[in-house]
């Protein structure tokens, strides 16, 4: 969409604002890209991102922050049909620990997710390691830290009554991120929505993206949707309309 907007400013040879394209890569791989990006590098303030679901005329006022949880559970190998009493069953410790969390919609801003869960053989053997990857968002800080602190206490409980061992990775994928809507790049949005004739929606978003990461270096962003619907699932697709429509908001956002 960016290259063409950018081709049609060519064809037409309209005047435009200074404008700098940012690509940013490996976004769905935890933003590698926009958070390796050295901001030193792009002299503007307000950053306009092509990421985005919904209609058009929906304006996103605040998306969570969100952490990642990696519990590696270690226990002891034995034989499952000989002497399985020997054993420390990490597989077993991992399934109590997710069990005594609650996983899903916690509250109207809070999320909670596990993602993978990989570990043991063959079936007789006691599984001696076992892993499970989880993410928490939220829109309060506090809340956050709440729930990344149930499945800390959880899984560690879980290991303690076992007799094995935890290990707990955490780590901060991005910030919240807050619209100002006195920023230019808001206002300049809300003008080109009122002169297509969009009703402007305020909405919270539940997910996250390289606007997270430029707000937390100091951008002020805005967006729009570009079309896609049923995100991250195997029936994804593209609403062509939408993507025209938004061809169109991008292009007057330049000029």
């Known amino acids: 969409m960016l290259m063409e907007a950018y081709d049609v400013l060519q064809e037409t040879g309209d005047p435009h604002r200074e404008m700098y394209f940012l690509f940013t890569i490996c976004e769905e791989q935890n933003m590698h890209g926009a958070k390796n990006f050295d901001y030193s590098k792009l002299p503007c303030k307000g950053i306009f991102s092509l990421d985005g679901a919904g209609s058009l005329g929906n304006m996103s006022i605040a998306g969570p922050a969100k952490d990642g949880i990696k519990v590696t559970f270690k226990g002891r190998k034995a034989h499952a049909g000989i002497e399985p009493e ?106 080109v929505y009122a002169k297509e004739g969009y009703e402007i929606k305020q909405v919270i978003s539940g997910g996250g993206g390289d606007s997270n990461i430029f707000a937390g270096q100091g951008f002020q962003c805005t967006g729009i949707s570009t079309g896609m619907k049923d995100v991250h699932s195997s029936s994804e697709t593209l609403d062509l309309d939408v993507w025209m429509k938004a061809l169109r908001i991008l292009y007057l956002m330049m000029v």
């Open 86 to 191: 020997k054993g420390i069953n990490a597989a077993v410790m991992l399934a109590k620990a997710l069990s005594a969390v609650k996983f899903g919609r916690i509250d109207h801003e809070t999320t909670s997710n596990v993602g993978r869960i990989a570990g043991g053989d063959m079936t007789n053997v006691v599984t001696d390691e076992a892993f499970f990857t989880a993410e928490v968002r939220s829109h309060s800080q506090e809340k956050l830290d709440r729930e990344v602190n149930a499945i800390r206490q959880a899984s560690l409980a879980a290991a303690a009554e076992m007799g094995g061992e935890a290990i707990i990775e955490v780590s901060h994928d991005y910030p919240a991120i807050k619209a100002d809507f006195n920023s230019f790049i808001h206002q300049k949005l809300m003008e």
